[in-house]
């Protein structure tokens, strides 16, 4: 009897938590632009469900049933308002650890009030009236509620469509990109990157390499298409050759469906498949924060893909480390003085220990991702088959020039210049000085891969120099033309040009447009910020916000 009674005040709990969790999501479409989807449903009530009854089960031993009522309605409280604790700390205090005490407080403030409820209900006699009036009809729909709760989420989650195997010809070719790294970690000799440096002293390097944008979406999409305005993606033509193409990553932009990634067999992150289906709520982004994958896996699984593969294959692998948050412990292993700084922008007020800790945590972060990078590119040698790797940065990251934090929010020069290093089958080592932009990579992946007419489109930088002017934007508003020694920056809004002289001014802190307009008219014709990219969509947009994009 005993156990017939709690199994039935375990199936109640059930129901209760399953129809909180789907009522939180609700909430988070009405509030937001998370789309309503069943999957979505699904994974929410299961959440709410298993949060009430382990609650209610642990409770229910250690206290009387009424206190377990409680700490159960507490609990599902508390999950109920995680979109409002995602807003504190995504929106409100986007730079601030989780963990802070101004968090923590804000947290308090939201989740007091709900508690309160919780703890007014779980007392209340008419409340536990109708619990046992109608806790048969609850615990029946606790039971049906997990069965198509836990079918419909299964049913939701992403599956891999693998090609069937093919035998196409030529190289292996591999496409690492380090995110948020900085052309002066990678500098030869760097303590930060030695696997890059290693690579570097056996390979062709571009001392001058630079990004498309200064986020992630327009530079990837730069480097993925082949030439302007073609349709094909660079996985899609490669495809066409017998190419096994596939993509590895835990990056936000790169989702499964991101449009840049047509043509992929295989696109896989380091956490499991199910995560998808909360990709863009509230409880997506507390488990993102919490455990965002890592590169050790990533890469891992990356070079499990790589040995099962019999014949050539395109590999991007994306890593993160580098990136915000800076978690990874300082190479010297000293611990600064200040606070922990995760997620910093533009405009913070730093002591300069704090700004020392972030650059310290930062490298660490380049260290981890370098140290994965090398591991990938040794896996592809090791194969015995013709390769070709090219490893570069999306962008690179500011760390405090002229006040400066972050990326994605303007063309400064430490965004821009990015590593660019190519070892491999065909590759005439050397050091090349003269600019060059992401369009080159996938003209030089297509040139190795013997597509007819594919050096058409670009240089091919396994042993050419490519012509040294660079073009980029930041959509929609900016755009940029470097030139040899001279950078002009374009406000597509106003026409405002912005000159500078790079070799006397690599900071970029002199203006010299009104010095030399006629130069600046000359770099501006025909410069636009229209590249082959697409706008995030409004379930990315908090995601961006949680990663420091406060521009969105």
């Known amino acids: ?185 990678a500098a030869a000799g760097s303590a930060v990157t030695p696997e890059i440096s290693a690579l570097a002293r056996r390979g062709r390097v571009y001392t001058s390499a630079w990004a498309a944008s200064s986020w992630t979406l327009p530079s990837v999409t730069e480097i993925l298409t082949a030439a302007p305005g073609e349709s094909p993606t660079l996985a899609q033509r490669l495809a066409a050759r017998g190419y096994r193409t596939a993509c590895f990553t835990d990056n936000p932009h790169l989702a499964r469906a991101t449009a840049v990634l047509r043509g992929f067999d295989h696109v896989e992150r380091s956490v499991g498949a199910w995560r998808d289906l909360l990709r863009g709520t509230s409880l997506g982004e507390v488990l993102e924060r919490l455990a965002p994958g890592n590169d050790t896996l990533l890469a891992a699984k990356a070079v499990t893909w790589m040995q099962a593969q019999p014949g050539p294959f395109f590999l991007y692998v994306h890593l993160m480390d580098s990136h915000t948050p800076y978690r990874f412990p300082p190479l010297d292993g000293r611990r600064r003085p200040g606070r922990r700084i995760e997620f910093p922008s533009t405009g913070m007020r730093l002591t300069p220990e704090e700004a020392e800790s972030i650059h310290a945590r930062y490298d660490g972060g380049v260290h981890s991702a370098d140290a994965r990078a090398g591991m990938i590119v040794a896996a592809a040698g090791a194969r015995g088959r013709p390769f070709l790797a090219v490893i570069t940065a999306d962008h690179g990251e500011s760390l405090g020039e002229d006040g400066r934090w972050f990326h994605g929010g303007s063309l400064a020069p430490e965004l821009l210049a990015v590593p660019l290093v190519i070892v491999g089958t065909g590759v005439a080592p050397a050091t090349v000085s003269p600019p060059v932009g992401h369009a080159a990579i996938a003209p030089t992946l297509l040139a190795a891969a013997t597509e007819p007419g594919a050096t058409n489109a670009g240089p091919d930088l396994r042993r050419e120099v490519g012509a040294g002017v660079v073009e980029g934007s930041l959509p929609p508003r900016l755009a940029y033309r470097l030139n040899g020694r001279y950078k002009l920056l374009l406000d597509l809004e106003s026409g405002r040009r912005s000159l500078y002289d790079r070799w006397a001014d690599p900071a970029e802190r002199q203006d010299i447009a009104t010095r030399a307009p006629q130069l600046a008219e000359i770099l501006a014709l025909g410069l636009t910020a229209d590249p082959p990219w697409h706008e995030p969509s409004p379930e990315d947009v908090e995601r961006l916000r949680s990663l420091g994009y406060a521009g969105f």
């Not at 995602?86 to 989780?98: A, C, D, G, K, Q």
């Not at 989740?111 to 615990?139: I, M, T």
């Open 1 to 185: 009897m005993l156990k017939s009674r709690a199994f039935t005040r375990t199936l109640i709990a059930w129901a209760v938590g399953s129809i909180v969790g789907a009522a939180s999501l609700l909430g988070e479409v009405l509030l937001g632009p998370a789309p309503l989807t069943g999957g979505r449903v699904a994974a929410y009530a299961l959440a709410g469900g298993a949060v009430a009854v382990v609650s209610r089960s642990l409770l229910a031993v250690l206290v009387p049933a009424s206190a377990a009522r409680v700490g159960a309605l507490g609990a599902l409280a508390a999950f109920g308002s995680l979109h409002s604790l995602y807003y504190v700390n995504v929106r409100l205090l986007p730079s601030e650890h989780y963990l802070s005490f101004r968090s923590l407080a804000a947290d308090a403030f939201v989740v007091a009030p709900l508690l309160g409820a919780a703890f007014y209900l779980a007392r209340a006699s008419w409340a536990q009236e109708r619990r046992e009036r109608w806790g048969l009809a609850l615990a029946t729909f606790g039971v049906a509620s997990f069965a198509v709760a836990t079918a419909t989420a299964v049913l939701a989650v992403p599956r891999r469509a693998d090609r069937p195997v093919t035998h196409g010809e030529g190289p292996d070719l591999l496409l690492v990109v380090l995110d948020s790294l900085r052309a002066d970690r």
